[in-house]
T-cell receptor, first 109, second 111 residues
Framework: GIQVEQSPPDLILQEGANSTLRCNFS?????LQWFHQNPWGQLINLFY???GTKQNGRLSATTVATERYSLLYISSSQTTDSGVYFC???????????FGAGTRLFVKA | DSGVTQTPKHLITATGQRVTLRCSPR?????VYWYQQSLDQGLQFLIQ???????AKGNILERFSAQQFPDLHSELNLSSLELGDSALYFC??????????FGPGTRLTVL
């Protein structure tokens, strides 16, 4: 099945810093999403982005489907950005959603 | 608030028992997904229903079963529970094959 790898596994930032999270996937996808799991466990969808670029406030994402990777950019990080960021994909020809292991982010005040 | 509701929030039970987790999708969403999140396995896709029919099956044990009812709510049944079944169980819903909205989860503890 399709493999999803996220990097880095852990990230510590000073408030105000920028960061880039990466998601590599092993096969073609027709669905890619980024989620944030906050410290209380809630999963919040950030982007649905099987290809192209999207922006939402301080967050933006880019997926290069032909090269099988996606990037999530966080600018001017805030302590509320702390948590785990997951990439999830659905391969072409299937319906199973596969999650990466996540990037755990801690933003220091 | 995603609009997806799950009950109960917490569940504590003993090994060998059977429990039912319930999920109500967002209004208008036809797809329901179930996931298990444990410390050692991460987020694992269990099963997806679309408008009452099973669409995809993931790493769901034979002791587990699910269904989606005509009003589109879904139930996940877990039987012969083992200690290793302790986890956070999420339900998500979507209109089509795009953005999934997650419920708050049910934390299951098996003692």
């Amino acid at each position: 099945g399709i493999q999803v790898e996220q990097s880095p596994p852990d990230l510590i930032l000073q408030e105000g810093a920028n960061s880039t999270l990466r998601c590599n996937f092993s096969d073609s996808v027709n669905n890619l999403q980024w989620f944030h799991q906050n410290p209380w466990g809630q999963l919040i969808n950030l982007f649905y982005i099987p290809s192209g670029t999207k922006q939402n406030g301080r967050l933006s994402a880019t997926t290069v489907a032909t090269e099988r990777y996606s990037l999530l950019y966080i600018s001017s990080s805030q302590t509320t950005d702390s948590g785990v960021y997951f990439c999830a994909v659905v391969g072409t020809g299937g319906f199973k959603t596969i999650f990466g292991a996540g990037t755990r982010l801690f933003v220091k005040a | 608030d995603s609009g997806v509701t799950q009950t109960p929030k917490h569940l504590i039970t003993a090994t060998g028992q059977r429990v039912t987790l319930r999920c109500s999708p967002r209004s208008g969403d036809l797809s329901v997904y179930w996931y298990q999140q444990s410390l050692d396995q991460g987020l694992q896709f269990l099963i997806q229903y679309y408008n009452g029919e099973e669409r995809a099956k993931g790493n769901i044990l034979e002791r587990f079963s699910a269904q989606q009812f005509p009003d589109l709510h879904s139930e996940l049944n877990l039987s012969s529970l083992e200690l290793g079944d302790s986890a956070l169980y999420f339900c998500a819903s979507s209109i089509g094959p795009d953005t999934q909205y997650f419920g708050p989860g049910t934390r299951l503890t098996v003692l």
